[in-house]
């Protein structure tokens, strides 16, 4: 912590790991803070610093740290995110016109910036992780920008006329109609949270749907942004880091997905498992489990699947927690067009048909009022009813801000409803339905039971991509003249 040091003589054992060798557990009666005796930087006498790692809803894993001197008085608190560092960063634009966008719960990680594109102001992380609300993070701004204000009208009148300038829009901001649609405001902003290691959160009113007014992009890191988060040695100049680099700057053109390094990367390990398909051999490779971070193995194995394509099938177990994933890489040519694939469900036989999403397939429900955007669950090779069990499983446990006295009552009860009709759907107790997986790349697939017929209750429709869907794929920047 900032305020104090452990000293030497106050030094006591970590907090031991539990059965399952996790260190952050879930916050319940049998979890207890460890107390280290620790220096006070204010009057030099040892006094009392008590750490609590465990896991909530809105940070995952969170280390909570108190310290107070008996001697002087001093006390201090800290919250500091324990999760492991996103496989992406995140970036959140919220569009603010209500009372209801003011409330939103917030997590604003200590590496997250803060941004107002309407009033060209930008906050740089800072030292602490908040969990606040859109309304706490503008009045901590005005509570910030106000010091030292008399000060600077003496010193630098120019530049306290532009700090009040901006002090007036951030408190006419909190000056909202109580819902959208009411009266037009001229008070309307957008906000922006872009979080490197992919470890803060801005509610959503609309769980589990998307929210209208919230976009979330997700991005590769640039080569600057892992030197600061400690993931890059910048004095390394081996090959493999000349390699990296270039990753690296393809990245800083925005946050997209960039769909020519991914084919070719996933051709590399086409080849590597194609060679040991011929044998049937299941390739395993060392990795971090990424629930508790103890050492884990991840396999992989060539699959061919019928009337379709190979695909690569990999799977993660972990000894230690108990936790398992699995996910499918598909390799090959990028398709000229996109591919839409709807279903009719009209029994459960149907929910036992094999189904193939990939990474950038989105899908859709209407009945149970389910849409999924591209990137939601990753790639998955599983049955329908597989993949509806999925969903509900991570709605329920990684959702933010829906558990706790926290939660609005009418969103958690719309919420519950919600994942009660998703288990029935899986469970087979409502029919019709009708599903829709939308691929731009075409890499995703329904299984046809009818094959190689057409099937009477599927509807296959190929369409050109728009400029949109290329660019977010990084297929407009693709250079093929000298191939």
Known sequence: MSEHDVSASGEQPLPKLNAGNQLFQDLDADVSATEIESLCMQCRENGMTKLLLTRIPHFKSIIIMSFECPHCGLKNSEVQSGEAVQEKGHRYELRCGSKAD??????????????????????????????????????????DLSMDQEQRKELVPEVYEKIEKLIAKLRAALELPEQHGEQASDNAFTVVIDDPTGNSYVENLCAPNPDPMLSIQYYRRTRDQMIQLGLLNPDAEDAQEAEQDGQYEVATKGPRINALQEAAAADNVVRAVKEASHSNEILSFPANCSSCNAPCDTRMQMVDIPHFQEVIIMSTTCDDCGYKSNEVKCGGAISSQGRRVTLKIEDKEDLSRDILKSETSSFNIPELDLDM????????????????????????????????????????????????????????????????????MSHSYIQNIYAPDDDPNMVIEDYDRTFEQNEDLGLNDINVENY
């Not at 719960?105 to 941004?115: E, H, I, L």
């Not at 102001?121 to 992780?129: L, Q």
Request: proline letters at 5%; aromatic letters at 8%; zero cysteines.
């Open 102 to 143: 003011l409330d939103r719960q917030v997590v604003r990680n200590s590496t997250a910036s803060v941004t107002f594109p309407d009033w060209e102001f930008s906050a740089p992380p800072t030292t602490t992780s908040k969990l606040t609300t859109v309304e706490g993070l503008i009045s901590h701004f005005i509570d």
């Open 373 to 440: 955007v591209a990137g939601t669950l990753g790639g998955r090779f599983t049955t329908i009813e597989g993949l509806i069990r999925q969903v509900h499983n991570e709605l329920d446990s990684r959702v933010p801000f829906m558990e706790g006295d926290s939660a609005v009552a009418e969103r958690r009860g719309r919420f519950k409803k919600f994942l009660s009709r998703l288990d029935d759907a899986a469970e087979g107790r409502i029919f019709p339905l009708h599903i829709t997986l939308d691929d731009p």
